[in-house]
């Protein structure tokens, strides 16, 4: 028997997508119906809901689903669910649909899955800000002049605010897993798979580390917490869309590969990936990687500093706050099962002699090896020397590797300006 | 409220202890009853009952009770309870006294405590012997051989089987705390005084290290594991008597408070002691720290390598799989709430650039800073360099000198036979 977490919802893991002769029959059926075109973000929830990645959702949520999400991160029907998960059309596409019917979705020429409409609500202006500041404001200093510098700054905010007139609710049958399971044959994961491969250990107690960067000493610190605490750690990176000047998903990978290669036992710990964009929205962003993550079997969500944040719009430590402040419906399906592991900030210290945290470590600044994202990129794609301590040797070359090659595109791109190619 | 885990088997803290009026009229009673002197051992058990620490006990145990324990470590009425709490006597003072009799209990000349007689049962060489096995034998290489090892290497046993003829169970009422209020006055604590200070501190989720030893780099590795992941650490320190040859409390607690003030961030850990004699059960006496701890108000017990073990006897992790097998009754109050959180064989590693464990370090032997506790001693003690990152300098300086001290000792007592002084 498994001893992981059950699926969130009470309804064991609810996958949409569809296989064999029902997937072949519904591909016919679906290139003869309206064909609406999808966000990249869009492309990412259907995946999730196709391989039950979004348990117990089955759909794009209604107008009281959406309105209930939004106000107190429950379902119409009492189920925590943290940030809404809708579809956005067009005027001119609302106004070509009604409710009952059956279209197709499709995201840059491949038909990703059907969908039958339950409900077409308008998005105003006024709704979509009205989302955004449940959604996406926090505490932190930029979220005190939200509307100043969200739609700038906040590409959370500005997809929203940038999305069409309409959403559209329904459920959906999902025909496509798009490029994910080619592209990242040894780290995309369905639920099934990850706990497949969980139960085969034996695990029971498992930690997540969420990763949208390259993974330097502070995230093996946070990872190999997880290993000596749980039965192991799934380092589970998101392989959907960042916001530009993020490191692509296949540079990561490589880096965690190496990592764990040379760092790691490998009996206690998986790489694995997920469909999903990024959103940005911090705290309950944290909440959504809980919330799918019990769906993969995972019971405890590492949540370091500024988890899914970006810029200065959340407080450093609000997405650990956030996890004790969320309703907890008394209906075990109904909760969310998937504790916070909180872990303050880290770093290296040289009075320690290893890894430490504000929470372990009484020395002062001058003691410790810190370092922005921002600074460490400045020195690596400068070829400049990284302080000691602060990454593992065989992940810096991957990324000096990668910046090089990032500075080489630039050097092109302004050589062909300057001698007028139009290539 | 707090949000410390409540005392184990259901009834709050149950303190002998008498206080005031009630004191000195019990005191003034005591001195006219009959004297039975006590073993060391008992007298760390007796202030247990008095400060609350052996909730929900109350007493020394009768024989349905020590069968009980011994047999299915639960209490006669369904609790659980991993080792025998017995008093002996000598067949001299078991025909002396009757059921239903108050007598005094003295150890070292002072009354400890008044006992109410029960229950006076024989235990027979076959009894000490059942005892023994169901208590110490364990699953290493000496407990293969355990009758022809044990009566001899190990304590437990040894105390054990020292013990007189009969036992004598029965209720009591505690009058002192004997020397350890004075001689560990900050260091010392009783239930109800850990707990004032972790709600104090808003402590909910809190983290034990047990310590007969003085704290290595690998005690603070899992002390500070501890606090990452909990709201706090207790550093538990046995401050009652050891086997020869152990380092005395007095030296320990020197160690702690110097490595907690250079080490440690004081908002979360703690120093205290309790009050009990070592044991050396093991497996069993690793259940009967997560008893005690839980009254204390403890949630986690710390389990490292060979846990309150002895010699071989014990597998190394002997004691963090035996709370898997454990009778766990169904009743909240007398299921064991205090959950072990194990860790792994951990070190320093040259490669990891940190400490780590076997589940964190995939290096080899040489990578790592691994010393026997007799070989530091051994190096200690010849005044000879301990390897870099093995322990804290200033731990290592109050070690030497301890060292140097027992050096110096011998010495004396050298020069004095040699001298043929009588001294």
Chains 1, 2 share one sequence.
């Not at 559209?168 to 994961?189: A, C, D, I, R, W």
Request: glycine share 10%; net charge neutral; hydrophobic share 40%.
């Amino acid at each position: 028997m498994s001893r992981l977490v059950p699926p969130h919802g009470g309804k064991g893991l609810v996958c949409c997508l569809l296989e064999g002769a029902e997937l072949e029959a519904e591909k016919k059926k679906a290139a003869g119906l309206k064909q609406i075109e999808i966000s990249s973000r869009a492309k990412g929830d259907l995946i999730m809901m196709g391989i039950g990645g979004f348990s117990p959702l089955n759909g794009f949520m209604d107008k009281a689903n959406w309105k209930s999400v939004c106000e107190k991160m429950l379902l119409a029907d009492g189920t925590f669910w943290p940030v809404p998960v809708t579809l956005d059309i067009s005027k001119e596409d609302a106004a070509a649909i009604k409710v009952g019917e059956e279209v197709a979705l499709v995201r840059k020429g491949e038909i990703m899955a059907t969908m039958k409409v339950s409900d077409i609500y308008e998005m105003t202006e006024a709704d979509k800000k009205w989302e955004c500041e449940l959604v996406f404001k926090g505490e932190g200093p930029d979220s005190q002049n939200f509307w100043e510098v969200a739609p700038k700054d906040h590409p959370g905010v500005k997809m929203v605010m940038a999305q069409k007139e309409f959403n559209v609710g329904g459920t959906v049958k999902v025909l496509s897993q798009g490029e994910f399971p080619t592209k990242f044959p040894n780290v995309y994961m369905t639920p099934a798979q990850l706990r497949a491969k969980m139960d085969e250990r034996g695990w029971g107690k498992v930690a997540a580390l969420q990763l949208r960067n390259p993974m330097h000493r502070s995230h093996e610190y946070l990872a190999k917490i997880g290993v000596e605490v749980c039965d192991g750690v799934v380092i589970h990176s998101l392989v959907g869309a960042l916001k530009p000047g993020d490191i692509p998903a296949e540079v990561r990978v490589e880096c965690i590969d190496t990592l764990v290669d040379k760092y790691f036992v490998k009996d206690f710990v998986i790489q694995a990936g997920y469909p999903l964009d990024m959103r940005y929205a911090g705290p309950r962003e944290a909440l959504l990687h809980a919330t799918f993550r019990q769906n993969y079997g995972i019971n405890n969500q590492l949540v370091g500093r500024d988890h899914a944040g970006v810029g200065d719009f959340y407080g450093m430590f609000e997405a650990q706050e956030i996890f004790k402040k969320i309703p907890q419906p008394a209906e075990d399906g109904k909760r969310l099962l998937c504790q916070p592991m909180n872990i303050d900030w880290t770093f290296y210290c040289k009075k320690c002699d290893g890894m430490a945290s504000m929470r372990t470590c009484p020395h002062s600044k001058e003691d410790r090896v810190i370092l922005s994202g921002t600074k460490l990129r400045k020195m690596l794609s400068e070829g400049a020397e990284v302080p000691d301590h602060f990454g593992r040797d065989e992940v810096l070359v991957i990324l000096r590797k990668y910046y090089e090659g990032l500075t080489e595109k630039v050097e092109v791109k302004m050589q062909r300006a300057a001698s007028g190619s139009a290539m």
